[in-house]
């Protein structure tokens, strides 16, 4: 049931966003807009995987749900997209394909939600991973269900879950690899390329970007110290100078990662 205050919420949003006459578009194409996303079959598949891997785990990682229903304090909530888990369960296996060097690498997902993409990476041997979620309620919900999923695979790698909010982030040193799941528009999302940038002109080293569902890969794609080797409706994945470097010396084949569809 939605709240007076998240329906404000929402309309604070789509004013800064759409403007007045966008807003009352918006607005009458909103009954056709909430059937149309019920009706998806790939919503329905989503639902039904996020179930199989909270009943395996004993987690809580389901749900789509807007920003405007939380109480999220920064300013920059108004550019966040709402919370959906990372689809599927199977991360780790695109992982192995790129390569990495698991343990002098950092996995960092921002915006890490109920910290499912944490809790996949988690059954890789990563230096370490760190989750970056700036609503509080999805912070405490992510910090449970890494405590259950740890105890139940002893294997996992340390995790880290912080509340803040994205923007705020100081890249660790070191090979990284840096997770998005669409968490932010294109506003936030020029912020955190302007630092990742000034991160690796500062320290040039091996970085991944595993960015899923695209919907900014212009804001990544002309950059130069980054080289697009996966571009898919999935996910694209850019790699530094230093990580292809590591590539061609172990004789790495990337076409092993699935879902690829083109690179240049
Ligand atoms: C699509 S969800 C992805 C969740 C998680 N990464 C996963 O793969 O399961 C996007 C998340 O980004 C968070 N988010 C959006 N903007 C953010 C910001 N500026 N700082 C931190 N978290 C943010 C949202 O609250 C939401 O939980």
Redesign the pocket.
């Known amino acids: 049931m939605l709240s007076i205050k998240s329906i404000q919420r929402k309309m604070q949003k789509s004013l800064e966003l759409r403007g007045v006459r966008g807003t009352i578009t918006f607005l009458g194409r909103l009954p056709w807009l909430w059937l149309d996303n019920r009706l998806k079959p790939s919503r329905i598949k989503i639902l039904a995987t996020d179930c199989d891997f909270d009943a395996k785990y004993q987690v809580d ?1 389901g749900g789509i ?1 807007p ?1 405007s229903e ?1 109480t ?1 304090r ?1 300013d ?2 108004i ?9 599927g369960s199977d991360l780790s296996v695109h992982f192995d394909a790129i390569g990495i060097d698991y343990p002098n690498t950092v996995f960092v ?10 809790m ?1 990476a988690a059954s890789r041997p990563f230096k370490k991973i760190i ?5 509080a309620e ?1 912070h405490g919900i992510a910090l449970k269900n890494i405590d259950q999923f740890v105890s139940t695979n002893v294997n996992s790698s340390e995790v880290q879950c912080r509340c ?6 100081e890249y660790p040193q070191g090979p990284l690899l840096l ?6 528009d294109q506003v ?1 999302m020029n912020t955190v390329v302007e630092r990742l940038t000034r991160s690796y002109r500062a320290d040039p080293r091996s970085m991944i970007v595993f960015y ?2 695209a919907l900014y890969e212009d804001l990544w794609d002309h950059l130069d110290f980054l080289e697009c080797v996966t571009r898919s409706p999935e996910f694209n994945v850019y790699i530094t100078p230093e990580h292809r470097g590591r590539l061609d010396s172990t004789g790495y084949d990337l076409r092993l990662i699935s879902g690829a569809t083109n690179s240049r």
């Open positions: 990682t749900i920003i939380l999220v920064v920059s909530w550019h966040g997209h709402a919370y959906q888990g990372s689809p997902d921002l915006g890490s939600g109920k910290g499912k993409a944490l996949l989750g970056v979620e700036f609503s999805f803040d909010d994205a923007l705020q982030f997770y998005l799941y669409n968490p932010f936030v899923m569902t």
